[in-house]
């Protein structure tokens, strides 16, 4: 059974630093594209970063770019999103995602599958 488990969320405040995880299991993730989406209340689930699981070719949503990196361990099926310089915007759930495929995706109904969500505040 394919499962995607999300860690490492809490509460920081404006200018700190948070590394979240995504630890995959089930199934071999090594053609998907791994992503994070957030969803902060009463909004609509967003894009927030991806990587492609071959190659580690990154993309970033603007609001995030140059301070939130994306990466992977292979060995460990682990995706992170190490986030720096956090703004109280940056509050919201965070949510791993995977796709299979080698393009850029960024919509929420194109993923297969998801992971719970770990929760992000950032107080100012």
């Known amino acids: 059974q394919e499962q995607l488990v999300e860690s490492g969320g809490g509460l920081v405040q404006a200018g700190g630093s948070l590394r979240l995880s995504c630890a995959a299991s089930g199934r071999t993730f090594r053609s998907y594209a791994m992503a994070w989406f957030r969803q902060a209340p009463g909004k609509e689930r967003e894009f927030v970063a991806l990587i492609k699981w071959s190659g580690g070719s990154t993309y970033y949503a603007d609001s995030v770019k140059g301070r939130f990196t994306i990466s992977r361990d292979n060995a460990e099926n682990t995706v992170y999103l190490q986030m720096n310089s956090l703004k109280p915007e940056d509050t919201a759930v965070y949510y791993c995602?995977?796709?299979?495929?080698?393009?850029?995706?960024?919509?929420?109904?194109?993923?297969?599958?998801w992971g719970q969500g770990t929760p992000v505040t950032v107080s100012s």
């Open positions: 995602a995977a796709k299979l495929g080698s393009s850029y995706y960024t919509r929420v109904d194109e993923y297969t599958y």
